[in-house]
């Protein structure tokens, strides 16, 4: 069955948020591609009365941008439903001081407080007044450690199914006196009874718990991390155990990077829309998160999106979907697909890599991830920015290739600058040290340099001013390293220094991966150095 509602949710919460032009722009391309429904991620980016540090300083949307958005969106065929949270990932409001007493432990609000429900209460307000839909997308994904917090200070232990269907019930009070027709990630009814995993072998569900979802909430059944159709059919036939309507959420990555993961995205989503037409799923979404910075364009998955629409209308014939494309985009699919391949370096295109991104940031003198860089990176780096440049003449997405192009550039230097820094310093190869110190890493330097330009200009372009600061704090950090380890070497070359001490410390292997095979290692502070 072809799903009667087709959508994309857009993260408008992790550091940048959609300029309210883009959205329209964004949901225009959705509607030609035979998309029927957009959510934005909004943890705490949307305007709550009352609540002047809902959003502070965070670019937040007021309820003017959210009602003109909607309006257009309605004009075109499209659904914008909110996506917003009611249990976990608040972590944005544990910084004031204020809201310290609506928090159970981590980003967990405190389920059972009347303040708790009194906030929710305001968000459902806000959006009831923003939004013409009546679906409204609850969250609650990833509440790990609900329930051992203040509430276990409170009330002892209590079975943590019971705590999260308690609160549950009380958000659905609230949505109904709104006339909202609610949908969660379903991810902690799997977790809490299966040890922790959302996407068990052998699924357990008790069914008490199946019998404690109210009526009328739809269960989103998301997973992003598999290419593997039987392991859909096996969550979908789970969900199927409760008497709730299930929808599906598929991933399109672009949450890794400045760099997407284009192949497996294809991969993970045809996989998945073989099961849902299989299942019969009503509801199918893909979602595009910013997770660490919102450092990727979300245009840089146009193939992905195109082609996630292909497969649930049923078209699993990759030639014509690319014609499709270049017919459409003007762009040809392997153009396009190219923006990926700077994640696919050395290992097979289907696993999910993020090596464009910890190769920039590894330390030149630490090198937490020198063990993870493949061989030949920085050759294969330095020709696919030739690659990428001869997709940039005058088209409209030519500030998206001119972003992957700059860091391909630099990455032709940077990907494996630490290795040949400890190898020319254990033999004390002086005149490499001295070539790099002052050649290579000036050459770095301005590349680095020109690649912040064209993420600044990609930055204004797509998103509103609020968040580009940590961009700017990320690459003013990394260009004061790098100058800083040229003047050191410097400094040790002369006989300033009688030693360089990282560059004593014996390497060890951070990951299980062996030499050269590249991995998933995505935050940036676990990246740059282990203190």
């Known amino acids: ?99 310290e007493p609506y928090f159970d432990c981590t980003n967990i609000l405190l389920i059972g407080d009347e303040k708790v429900y009194e906030l929710i209460d305001k968000m459902f307000a806000a959006c009831a007044k923003a ?47 709104y006339g909202f027709r609610p949908m969660m990630w379903a991810d902690m009814f799997m977790r809490l009874n299966n040890g922790g995993d959302p996407y068990p072998e052998h699924p357990i569900i008790p069914q008490e718990t199946i019998d404690g979802v109210p009526e009328g909430i739809e269960l989103v059944y998301w997973d992003y991390y598999s290419a593997d159709k039987k392991r859909y059919d096996t969550q979908l036939d789970a969900y199927a155990k409760f008497p709730n309507k299930t929808a599906f959420a598929g991933g399109i990555w672009t949450w890794v990077g400045f760099v997407p993961c284009s192949e497996f995205s294809l991969a993970g989503s045809e996989a998945a829309m073989r099961s849902v037409h299989e299942h019969d799923v009503d509801t199918v979404m893909f979602t595009l998160w910013g997770d660490d910075g919102k450092e990727c ?92 440049a001869s997709s940039i003449n005058g088209r409209p997405y030519d500030y998206v290739f001119d972003v992957i192009q700059k860091l391909c550039a630099a990455l032709s230097i940077k990907a494996d600058l630490g290795i040949r820094i400890r190898t020319a310093y254990a033999a004390d190869d002086r005149a490499s040290l001295e070539a790099i110190a002052t050649q290579e890493i000036p050459t770095l330097i301005a590349r680095v340099e020109s690649l912040y330009a064209a993420v600044e200009r990609m930055w204004y372009t797509e998103n509103k001013g609020f968040g580009f600061e940590i961009q700017e704090a990320r690459f003013g950090a990394l260009l004061q390293r790098l100058k800083g380890c040229a003047a050191r070497l410097r400094a040790y070359l002369c006989g300033e220094l009688s030693a360089i001490d990282e560059l004593e410390a014996e390497p060890l292997r951070l990951l299980e991966k062996t030499d050269g095979e590249t991995t998933m290692y995505h935050l940036w502070q676990q990246i740059i150095s282990p203190c």
């Not at 690319?322 to 985009?329: D, G, K, L, P």
């Not at 294969?380 to 920015?385: E, R, V, W």
Request: hydrophobic share 40%.
């Open 131 to 177: 939004f013409s839909s009546r679906r409204i997308h609850i969250g609650m994904d990833e509440a790990h450690f609900v329930g051992l917090g203040k509430y276990l200070d409170q009330h002892g232990f209590q079975n943590r199914n019971d705590i999260m269907l308690e609160h549950l019930r009380r958000v659905k009070e609230i949505a109904d006196r």
């Open 297 to 388: 364009s979300f245009w840089s998955v146009l193939p992905a999106i195109f082609a996630a629409a292909q497969f649930a209308k049923g078209n699993f014939d990759r030639a014509d979907i690319a014609a499709r494309f270049e017919a459409y985009t003007g762009y040809t699919f392997d153009e396009f697909m190219a923006l990926g391949a700077a994640n696919e370096i050395a290992d097979p295109p289907t696993e999910r890599k993020n090596p464009a991104k910890y190769l920039l940031y590894n330390d030149p003198f630490i090198g937490l991830l020198d063990k993870n860089t493949p061989p030949h990176a920085a050759e294969q780096y330095a020709a696919l920015a030739e690659r990428i």
């Open 1 to 99: 069955m072809t799903p009667q509602t087709l959508g994309l949710m857009l993260d408008c919460s992790r550091n940048g948020v959609m300029k309210p032009e883009k959205v329209k722009e964004f949901a225009r391309m959705m509607a030609d591609m035979g998309y029927n429904m957009l959510q934005l991620y909004t943890e705490t980016t949307y305007e709550v009365e009352d609540e002047p540090f809902f959003g502070y300083m965070r670019g937040r949307y007021t309820v003017e941008e959210l009602q003109d958005i909607d309006a257009y969106c309605q004009s075109i065929g499209i659904e914008l439903i909110p996506c917003i949270q009611t249990l976990a990932h608040f972590e944005h409001l544990t910084r004031f001081e204020c809201y």
